[in-house]
């Protein structure tokens, strides 16, 4: 690219017309890069590095993450219309090889089954394949196990995986934790054929979505699959700073296709990603609140309404399970009221009662305990 100055910073293989090269050999403190203000100097060995560089051509390859999918163009001189196959022929050719012999049914019918959803087929499923003798059985098939819901079950795995996605928090206690509503979330996604910008918005920031809903919420998850330690004598703030450090690291890998947890502690040495862009992807990160989120549920309303009627029955019972000194159960039983007065003089007696039984109680433990026979050291 030519500079303002009208010189061009790199012209592949020629090192005169290479700005570059006169900038980082230069000794004057206007022109040399890089400037002396940044305290940064190249080394006499980085330097050559470059010139070398500039002059076997310069070839630069872009970061294999930026560079955008293109088409490619189908091979020629396979007997298949299928692009698949004629991908593998044309490399079969090129390694002087032929193809395998076409499976027999029943295990084409096996292979497709373990692949999409995990599983082998039943008796009836592979007799039912083997009887159907039409031209498109095969593609039938594979558009059952893709509508299947086993297939979203198996699939979802991968994509899991990468989101470090577990039933437990992980570290030594290991105890379970209550995110599977992420896991189901991710496979009802791929079983209805989710577009990919909408599954990465969604879990990204679903959350801020306009008029977001329970199910955009719960695709945050994503981001809390970050273990949990619950040892004793963690520093919070320590704890905190780790869960940032996992995600950034994961966010980069799978949304980026970096290694970003390496900027971490400098510069990436490859990947095009600074020390100070990984803390700002980090700021970015933790300027969020990780309250516990109830999901709605008509259900389990209903269930937490009876729930608690229910146990106000039986804290108003509470005080007719306890005998009154001096009176027949069966007579204080009968003899319950409603009147705010008299409720109240039960619950006292029934108070008072208890404290007495408690004191024999204790009488009687103190009296053992007296009676043990301690054993006194001889020497």
């Known amino acids: ?33 890089p400037p002396p203000h940044t305290k940064v100097s190249l080394t006499a060995a980085e330097r050559q590095v470059l010139i070398d ?10 970061h294999w993450a930026f560079i955008k999918p293109v088409l490619p163009k189908l091979p020629k001189g396979s007997a298949s219309d299928h692009p698949i196959d004629r991908f593998v022929d044309a490399r079969l050719m090129e390694e002087g090889l032929a193809r395998s012999n076409e499976a027999d049914k029943a295990t084409l019918c096996r292979r497709v089954f373990l692949d999409l ?9 592979l007799n039912a394949f083997l009887a159907d003798q039409s031209p498109d059985a095969y593609d039938r098939l594979v558009e059952q196990l893709l509508a299947s819901p086993r ?16 039933d437990t928090n992980g570290y030594e206690k290991d105890r379970p934790r209550t ?16 577009p990919f910008d909408q599954f990465t918005i969604k879990q990204i920031a679903g959350d801020m979505l306009p008029a977001a809903t329970p199910d955009d919420i719960v695709a945050t998850g994503f981001h809390r699959n970050t273990m949990l330690n619950e040892e004793g004598g963690i520093d919070p703030l320590e704890f905190r700073y780790l869960a ?12 980026l296709g970096l290694t970003t947890a390496c900027a971490q502690c400098h510069t990436h040495k490859f990947d095009p990603i600074m020390h100070t862009d990984y803390f700002s ?18 259900e ?34 009968a003899s319950g009221s409603s009147e705010p007065g008299q409720v109240a003089a039960n619950e006292g007696r029934q108070l008072v009662g208890l404290a007495e039984r408690f004191d024999a109680w204790l009488r009687e433990q103190t009296a053992h305990a007296i009676a043990w026979q301690v054993v006194v050291p001889e020497a």
Do not use: F, H, K
């Open 300 to 333: 389990r309303d209903r269930r937490l309404t009876e729930a608690e009627a229910r146990a106000e029955q039986l804290w108003d019972r509470l005080p007719q399970q306890w005998p009154i000194p001096g009176r027949p159960r069966g007579e204080q039983l």
């Open 1 to 33: 690219a030519e500079l303002d100055s009208g010189m061009t910073a790199i012209v592949p293989g020629d090192l005169t017309a290479s700005e570059l090269v006169a900038r980082i050999t230069s000794d004057d403190p206007d022109l040399v890069m």
């Open 179 to 194: 995110i599977w509503p992420y896991r189901d979330w991710v496979i009802r996604a791929l079983n209805a054929d989710m």
């Open 151 to 166: 297939y979203g079950e198996r699939w979802a795995r991968r994509w899991l995986d990468l989101a470090r996605y577990a």
């Open 117 to 125: 959803i995990g599983l082998p087929p039943s008796t009836e499923e």
């Open 244 to 255: 940032m450090v996992d995600r950034v690291g994961t966010t980069g890998t799978t949304w």
């Open 53 to 62: 560089w500039i002059a076997a051509g310069a070839e630069y390859r872009p």
């Open 281 to 298: 992807l980090m700021a970015l990160l933790n300027n969020a609140d990780e309250p516990e989120w109830i999901i709605p549920s008509a």
